[in-house]
């Protein structure tokens, strides 16, 4: 009885044993799934097989081989290649290093394609960098400077001064003092020219100066010419006065010296004189109250002239221009002393007028003949 019992156990063991590893490699083999319905195929394939031998005369070896399944046409030897006969088959193995090595090598191909993509990109920004290098380069030197700029501002400022000025540039002097800066740039030279002779009576009313305002209404030794609408206002005797105050202040201005108080005196006056004034503005014609203001304007611009010293330039300048002068004598006179031209005065706006004409022109022969002529 013990030698039957062995047998019985160790049989059920090995089935155990069988089962385990038959349930293990299903576990783990991904082609378990058709294993039982490939096993029973080749079965019934050899059956099968085994019937077709008694009626076929043809030769199996003629017969189509299935690698996937074995033998020929379906039939015969079992393929030992074939992932889903076996679960641990040579196939399945061989399958899934094929696998690991195919992803492991698109996983390079990747990589590579990254890489190469990658310089494509860091070529591209270089190329754009060049290209932004390449447009600033350009704009700067197309681009003019402040220098150019401006050079090309003052020659279209000095073709219109010499061309076509505004009243208002001439009368206040902005004109002739352009024109005289741009004379500057020529001290030494002279161009072949017939002088251009402007007489004392337009020269005497010229106002010139070192700073901003001219002694202008008051370079007269101090004798002015009262408008009308001041006439009604000022008593003669009070004109009297006031005009002996200032032919007194100004022959001591002329010579370096300067009252403080009968300037401080006369300016009182001349302030009651603008307040009576614009009480007045409904009592007095238009043209002469416009005239009273320009005289009051006039006359303060002379009092502040007085007041910085401007009295001795003037009067040295009025005798300059006795008998008359050329337009050059008078800019090499105006050029070596630093003078500018002050706002013209009340009866001194046609006496510009004609010198502006004359240093326009004498600007212009001396441009084209150094070739600076400004461009339209």
Known sequence: MTTPRLLL???????????SEGFAHAQYNPYGPYYQAQLQQNVLNT??????????SAPLAAATVNPYIGGYGGYGYANPYNPFMYYNSPGATLMGEADVMRSLGKVVNDQEEARLKRELANQAKLDTIKKEFDLRMYIKANTPTYTQEQERIAKTTLRRIQTNSLPGEVSNGKALNYLLDDLRKFPSKKISLEPLMLNEGVLTHLNVTKNTFGVGLLRDDGRVTWPVALREILTDKQRRALSLQLEDLVKDANKGRLDANVLRDVRAEMDRVRDELVKKVNETPYAQYFDAKRFLQDFNEATVALERGEAPVQAKFQRFVEG????????????????????????DEAAYRAVHSMLASYNIAMNSSLGTEPKE
């Open 9 to 19: 156990v160790g049989c059920l063991v090995g089935i155990s044993a069988l089962a």
């Open 47 to 56: 059956q099968l097989a085994a019937q077709s031998q008694q009626y076929s």
């Open 324 to 347: 008359g002068k050329s337009v050059q004598e008078v800019i090499d006179y105006m050029v070596n002393n630093g003078l500018r031209f002050a706002p013209a005065s009340f009866n």
